[in-house]
């Protein structure tokens, strides 16, 4: 009986086993088309690059590290401006968030729904509708530059033009409040009740509880979270073009957009080689919270 | 050490829709200073309400709650030196356990580290736990966690511990000897504890008195064998003892209760607690039925009967028993107790008896008890044990 289903799943599987990698091979060759393509471009010499079959590696007289070189050289300062941007502006919304979450979730008091509310109804604003709202706040309302230029002088390494990118984090730290909150919020709420409780009357005041308890339970959330606003802040344009609009402070993706592009035409291989640079960091963000994260969205 | 005293307190949770639920009515408890009382019930019947009241995690509607004589209505949880045990452990899953331990000293006082970590030890060393301190809650077996949850609460020193089914999540072996160490442990340490549980073997066990509850209203509060041998009322009655006791709706007809199933002659001292009512409720223990295979019945006491299913539980058997004098339809069965030495099998023709002096009678409409069995039989039985 046994030797016989043995026999059948044989005999069976390899048709479908065939089908089923023949359809994954061919999902794999879709999705690694573009980057590929990219790729060989990137590693083309400008001058021998004609166009017609991007996608095939260049003869090997004309590759060329070139377009690597110069896209490092154009984006450097574009990629320290947004490390500057992203990485204050990501820990401090997954901060916020998740205190949000735990005075929105854990803690008891009266009115929370409406407020939870209210942080929900923030992740549906449009980023279109306060475009002008914003470009009004900081220029005209908020008069941060002239704070970021009284205390430049008495922080190394701060220029006065970084009173944009300072701006442009406190705006993406709101921006991310309310979908950090509903991540933490989820995590949460699987919780024990009884464990916050214990430690409640183990003495534990609300802030205590948050700092011991709840944040080091939260870490697998705050590597989803992490990922997640590091990829949308870098991959930023619209509030980077509305608040930066140009100058020093202008971030990787505002330099991205103008790079090789001129009169005689466009330099694919310099754009090719510049989309994989700035594309780079969170990738390297996804690797190195990758197994957290999988804890995260599978706790 | 301290006594507690809940006085009339009343809880009401308010549902969303303005409907008002009586969770906890008027409920009056005194609890001497290291006494162990075991507040038991049906699920939903208030008794994790009434705990977490006295802890402070639920507010009080009404009446007032004290410990060592002073009111603590209004007292954060953790002023209130108390230390809660709950059902799931609710140990901290990211702390090892020692850091489980300590994590209410280092919060609550103002203790020296080494201090901390010596009466974590002791107490480690005391529950047998002392190999585990550097592990994780994760790590452990249920029977473990539950260890640790009790050395968390005892690290405490508190005035009032209060357990919250403490037990009721591990399996039935080490369900038993835990019972054993907990009781052992309260006696040591001479803590006033408030034991909660739906397990009526535990209620019996485990407590020097106990509470019982039904639907937020306390029922009785006596020694276990008080509760068990004179019930205020039906339902304590059929709470408390396992196999539950036998009931039967009787019409009382001056001397004589007339059932659907069979009558019962009353002597003239029980027909007078009787006198009030219409319609009773007679009640039987089974240990208390009198069981004898191939005899005949002697008086109006004595009930012909077939054994309808046996359970044996090897020191005893459970014997179902069905009214010869019913219809095939509509037999009534009850339980009878016998040795698990006697030979019963399913079909015997047996005589089952009822004597007077085992018998509680309780008022059909209010549940009181008219008449609880008498202990005059029975010299041996000291309730205040």
């Known amino acids: ?299 | 050490m301290a006594e507690l005293t809940l006085d009339s307190v009343t809880k009401v949770f308010t549902e969303d829709d303005g409907n008002e639920i009586v969770a906890v009515d008027d409920v009056d408890l005194d609890i001497e200073d290291s006494d162990f009382l075991v507040l038991v019930g049906p699920s939903g019947c208030g008794k994790s309400t009434t705990l977490r009241m006295i802890a402070g995690l639920e507010t009080i509607t009404d009446g007032t709650i004290s410990i060592g004589g002073e009111v603590v209505n209004n007292k954060p949880p953790a002023e209130r030196d108390i230390a809660m045990v709950f059902q799931s452990y609710a140990l901290y899953p990211h702390m090892t356990v020692k850091q489980n331990m300590s994590f209410g000293l280092e919060e609550s006082t103002d203790m020296p580290d080494d201090e901390i970590d010596e009466i974590v030890t002791d107490t480690a060393s005391m529950m047998g736990i002392e190999e585990l301190l550097d592990r994780q809650p994760g790590e452990l077996s249920g029977g473990q966690q539950q260890r640790v949850a009790l050395g968390r609460a005892i690290v405490r020193d508190p005035e009032v511990f209060l357990m919250d089914e403490p037990l009721s999540n591990l399996d039935a072996k080490l369900r038993a000897s835990m019972r054993y160490e907990l009781q052992h442990l309260q006696e040591e340490l001479g803590v006033t504890t408030v034991y909660v549980t739906h397990d009526q073997t535990e209620a019996m066990t485990m407590g020097d008195r106990i509470a019982v509850l039904d639907d937020g209203v306390l029922q009785q509060v006596g020694t276990p064998l008080e509760c068990y041998h004179t019930p205020n009322n039906h339902f304590v009655a059929g709470f408390i003892g396992e196999p539950s006791m036998n009931f039967f709706d009787m019409d009382v007809r001056g001397g004589t209760l007339e059932g659907e199933s069979f009558e019962y002659e009353l002597s003239p001292e029980v027909e007078q607690n009787v006198s009030g009512s219409d319609q009773v409720t007679f009640g039987i223990r089974p240990e208390d039925i009198e069981f004898r295979p191939n005899a005949m019945p002697t008086d109006g006491h004595d009930f012909e009967c077939t054994v309808d299913v046996v359970e044996p539980t090897g020191d005893a058997n459970n014997v179902y028993l069905a009214f010869d004098e019913d219809v095939e339809e509509e037999q009534t069965t009850f339980i009878v107790t016998v040795s698990g030495m006697q030979r019963v099998e399913s079909g015997d023709k047996v005589v089952a008896r009822f004597p007077e002096e085992a018998i509680h009678l309780f008022d059909d409409r209010t549940g009181e008890a008219l008449k609880n069995r008498s202990l005059e039989d029975v010299d041996s039985v000291d309730m205040n044990v």
Not at chain 1, 42 to 63: R, S
Request: charged share 10%; with cysteine.
């Open chain 1, 1 to 299: 009986m046994s030797q016989q289903t043995a026999a059948d799943s044989d005999a069976g599987l390899p048709l479908k086993r065939i089908g089923l990698y023949a359809v994954l091979i061919g999902m794999i060759v879709f999705y690694l088309i573009p980057i590929e393509t990219g790729l060989m471009t990137a590693i083309t010499h400008p001058d021998a690059y004609t166009g017609g079959h991007p996608y095939l590696p260049p003869a090997p007289g004309d590759i060329s590290l070139q377009p690597f070189t110069n896209a490092v050289d154009a984006l450097g300062q574009g990629m320290v401006n947004s490390v500057i941007l992203v990485v204050p502006a990501t820990i401090l919304s997954g901060l916020f968030g998740s205190m949000a979450a735990y005075g929105l979730t854990t803690v008891d008091w009266r009115g929370q729904i409406g407020i939870y509310m209210l942080f929900v109804a923030g992740i549906f604003i449009p980023y279109q509708a306060v475009l002008v709202p914003l470009t009004q706040f900081w220029y005209n309302i908020v008069p941060l530059q002239d704070w970021v230029e009284m205390i430049a002088p008495m922080i190394p390494f701060f220029q006065d033009y970084h009173w944009k990118l300072v701006a442009l984090i406190i705006t993406h730290t709101a921006y991310g409040i309310p979908i950090c909150t509903l991540l933490f919020r989820a995590h949460y709420k699987k919780l024990s009740d009884e464990m916050v409780e214990a430690a409640r009357l183990d003495g534990a005041s609300i802030q205590r509880i948050y700092r011991r308890i709840i944040l080091p339970l939260s870490i697998p959330m705050f590597a989803v979270v992490f990922i997640y606003q590091f990829t949308q802040i870098w991959n930023d344009l619209l509030f980077a073009l509305t608040i930066v609009q140009f100058g020093d402070a202008a971030v990787v993706t505002q330099d991205l957009v103008g790079i090789g592009v001129s009169q005689e035409g466009t330099n694919f291989p310099l754009r090719m080689a510049s989309a994989l640079v700035a594309a780079l960091p969170t990738l390297l963000v996804y690797i190195v919270f990758g197994d957290k994260f999988a804890k995260g969205v599978t706790a």
